[in-house]
């Protein structure tokens, strides 16, 4: 069902490293020296190419956007310091005001903030359709700026068909942008599929440990320069030789993790998907068909608990899988749709789109499938007999 990983690529540094070390060092050094003025002189005119200062360049992090440039099939690849400060490299660069951005409905939390607040300040409108409707998504189109998807979107993992909208994006000369943490280039290749940008939130399944945060962004040749002229050197959100030394290091068991996240997340969804206390499971592993392009499934879902069960008691009688935020480490862990609809501050997702209180997100981690099932049913029930 997958494709065989180019693992040789995850696992072994492609530029030479100093002392044949098997893993790439981090060159943690803000600058870089010249031997001469002539050095100085032609490496600024652009006529060679040298490392200068880490705010634009720096050997690991270039390392790294070899690699997953490599993996998505784009020619290049920008790293930013976190998936948010990626998603502002992607999208700044090619909007000003009066422009018109589509965004899909459900999509991460704050990226429907930054549209909706810091984008909006500067004039830039942002209209959001449900991407499962291929029609609507294509109309919207004429006369826009740039299209922000996510397959699947956050929270309801709604798919949408990738071809057909950056087919159509093209013609019109609408920048297409998909953020791809979920899926990682293993199982989803957006820009075989015509999308222009690919996004990574690096601290997900790429790093894997829940120790880092990092951003990536690939694409043609000459939009990650467009990219770099701003964002990259004026923004300076550049990603550090230390996280990208993280996440390399995460990724030469990419596939392996991938496969394991997909295996119990699909297990976890079918075992809800039975539970007389689940009403819903939001799993596109559960779908009768498959868009093209996506050959497996992170193991990030959610579920829908049966009205009058008590959420605050399912949460707390969890005992193996814990509360918390993020996700595509190697621990489970849950956010209850209940609190995330009372996030505080301006431009809430959850109650914009509607997300139920009653939805629990799961990101289903490394540990036993057996273990987090039970786990599941024993707060399941806990939840029922509080509320009888
Ligand atoms: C789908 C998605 N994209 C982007 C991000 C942002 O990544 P970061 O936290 O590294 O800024 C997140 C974070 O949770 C996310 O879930």
């Not at 057996?370 to 786990?375: F, G, N, P, R, Y």
Request: proline share 5%; net charge negative; glycine share 10%.
């Amino acid at each position: 069902m997958t494709r065989t990983p180019p693992t040789p690529d995850l696992i072994s540094p492609s530029r030479p490293v100093p002392h044949d070390a098997s893993a790439t060092p981090i060159f943690q050094s803000s600058s870089f020296l010249f031997d001469s003025y002539a050095q100085i002189e032609d490496v600024f005119a652009g006529r060679s190419d040298r490392f200068i200062y880490s705010r634009g360049d720096n050997p690991t992090v270039c390392e790294l956007e070899d690699l997953i440039a490599r993996l998505e099939g784009g020619e290049a690849a920008r790293g930013f310091s976190s998936g948010m400060a990626a998603i502002c490299g992607a999208v700044l660069p090619f909007v000003q005001a009066g422009d018109r951005i589509v965004a899909v409905e459900h999509l991460y939390s704050d990226a429907f903030r930054l549209f909706e607040t810091v984008l909006a300040r500067f004039g830039v409108e942002t209209v959001y359709i449900d991407g499962t409707d291929t029609q609507a998504m294509v109309d919207a189109l004429a006369g826009a700026r740039l299209v922000y998807l996510e397959s699947p979107t956050s929270w309801t993992f709604r798919l949408q068909d990738l071809r057909a909208i950056a087919t159509e994006a093209r013609r019109l000369g609408v920048v297409s942008v998909i953020d791809n943490s979920w899926a990682t280039p293993l199982y989803q290749r957006p820009h075989d599929l015509g999308v222009d940008l690919v996004v990574h939130a690096a601290s997900k399944y790429l790093s894997g440990h829940s120790d880092t945060l990092g951003g990536l962004v690939t694409g043609s040749r000459e939009m990650i320069q467009a990219i770099d002229h701003e964002a990259t050197h004026l923004f300076g959100g550049r990603m550090s030789p230390m996280d990208a030394f993280l996440v390399l290091r995460g990724m030469r068991t990419l596939d392996m993790r991938m496969a394991r996240h997909m295996q119990t997340g699909l297990e976890l969804a079918r075992g809800l998907a039975d539970h007389p206390q689940v009403t819903a499971v939001h799993h596109p592993g559960l779908l009768a068909t498959r868009p093209e392009g996506l050959s497996g499934f992170g193991g990030l879902f959610a579920f829908d608990l049966a009205a009058g069960l008590d959420v605050a008691r399912f949460c707390d009688a969890l005992r193996t899988i814990r509360i918390g935020v993020s996700w595509g480490g190697p621990e489970s862990l849950i956010v209850p749709g209940q609190a995330a609809c009372g996030l505080a501050g301006a431009a809430n997702v959850f109650q914009r789109f509607g997300v139920s209180p009653r939805t629990i997100r799961l990101a289903a981690g490394l540990e036993p499938a057996a273990l987090l099932m039970d786990d599941l049913r024993t707060a399941l029930h806990a939840a029922a007999e509080a509320a009888a």
